[in-house]
Nanobody, 119 residues
Framework: VQLVESGGGLVQPGGSLRLSCLAS????????MRWYRQAPGKERELVAT????????DYADSAKGRFTISRDNAKNTVFLQMNSLKPEDTAVYFC?????????????WGQGTQVTVSS
């Protein structure tokens, strides 16, 4: 299983970024996908979730109305569109999935992509 994020960068407050996560090594369209973020000195927090077929999404309160999670199962990719970005959105953003394996549930993470919101 491999998850590779891209799309992070430096953006001014009020700007937008679109993060991508390319998945491989598993049947992507069978698994829910999530975006997490971790700011310096803080715990990792869940930002958004999308179900396997993309029919249901859920967001942290901090992301509601500004972020949109989506997926393209034909391209094994999950996206996070982030609009109206604020300095407090600065963090490393991680793609995540959880699989049921012989030994039990196992979490998989990407390497993360840095998002910095600053003027």
């Amino acid at each position: 299983v491999q998850l590779v994020e891209s799309g992070g960068g430096l953006v001014q407050p009020g700007g937008s970024l679109r993060l991508s996560c390319l998945a491989s090594g598993f049947t992507f369209n069978m698994y829910n996908m999530r975006w997490y973020r971790q700011a310096p000195g803080k715990e990792r927090e869940l930002v958004a979730t999308i179900t396997s077929a993309g029919g249901i999404t859920d967001y942290a309160d901090s992301a509601k109305g500004r972020f949109t999670i989506s997926r393209d199962n034909a391209k094994n990719t999950v996206f996070l569109q982030m609009n109206s970005l604020k300095p407090e959105d600065t963090a490393v953003y991680f793609c995540h999935t959880r699989r049921v394996e012989a030994a039990g549930l196992k979490d998989y993470w990407g390497q993360g992509t840095q998002v910095t919101v600053s003027s």
